[in-house]
């Protein structure tokens, strides 16, 4: 099946400062992609979701000057958590669609996911 | 509005079955699908359902009835390493996925 990569998987970064995470679809091209948190024992939640070459439509509640993303070729989105506090520590997952081809299914691939921890 | 409604918890014992079942309610439909997601992990893909009926696949089976916005997952010869979350989602007709909020299921020796 499709491969989408995510990096870092891990990261603990300092009250303040920004991070930035990368979700990048190794073998198909997608002009959308998802980016997720879910807290411990909690269901997904979406955040926004990215378009490439466009903005980045944002869920409801999810601030977009705070969680930038950038979407800037069919291969790659980033997801960047500015001035970043111990509250957005989390399990951030990005999801892309391999809807180039033809069949599109909906189906999503699943990054392994980021831990950010904010101390 | 779209709606999605699994099970939040089911227990079940080791070497048993169990069914996960699901209810939808969608702007239109392209299919449903079940990924599984264990703690601390990203979710991974188990089925995909567009077409009335059962869809087998070793020890994990998936149904679907359109007519009646209902799907299940069907998991036999329960093992421990099935103690996970099951997660519900259908696509609609945007192809957009309408996520359930999953099934924590734990497997007891």
């Known amino acids: 099946g499709a491969v989408v990569s995510q990096h870092p998987s891990w990261v603990i970064c300092k009250s303040g400062t920004s991070v930035k995470i990368e979700c990048r679809s190794l073998?198909?091209?997608?002009?959308?992609m998802f980016w997720y948190r879910q807290f411990p024992k909690q269901s997904l939640m979406l955040m926004a979701t990215s378009n490439e070459g466009s903005k980045a439509t944002y869920e409801q509640g999810v601030e977009k000057d705070k969680f930038l993303i950038n979407h800037a070729s069919l291969t790659l989105s980033t997801l960047t958590v500015t001035s970043a506090h111990p509250e957005d520590s989390s399990f951030y997952i990005c999801?892309?669609?391999?809807?180039?081809?033809?069949?599109?299914?909906?189906?999503?691939?699943f990054g392994e996911g980021s831990r950010l921890t904010v101390l | 509005g779209q709606n999605i409604d699994q099970p939040t918890e089911m227990t079940a014992t080791e070497g048993a079955i169990v069914q996960i079942n699901c209810t939808y309610q969608?702007?239109?439909?392209?299919?449903l699908f079940w990924y599984q997601q264990h703690a601390g992990e990203a979710p991974t893909f188990l089925s995909y359902n567009v077409l009335d009926g059962l869809e087998e696949k070793g020890r994990f089976s998936s149904f679907l009835s359109r007519s009646k916005g209902y799907s299940y997952l069907l998991l036999k010869e329960l093992q421990m390493k099935d103690s996970a979350s099951y997660l519900c989602a259908a696509t609609d007709s945007n192809y957009q996925l309408i996520w359930g909020a999953g099934t924590k299921l734990i497997i007891k020796p």
């Open positions: 073998d198909f091209q997608a002009t959308t």
């Open positions: 969608t702007s239109g439909f392209n299919g």
């Open positions: 999801s892309a669609r391999d809807n180039i081809g033809q069949g599109d299914t909906g189906e999503l691939f």
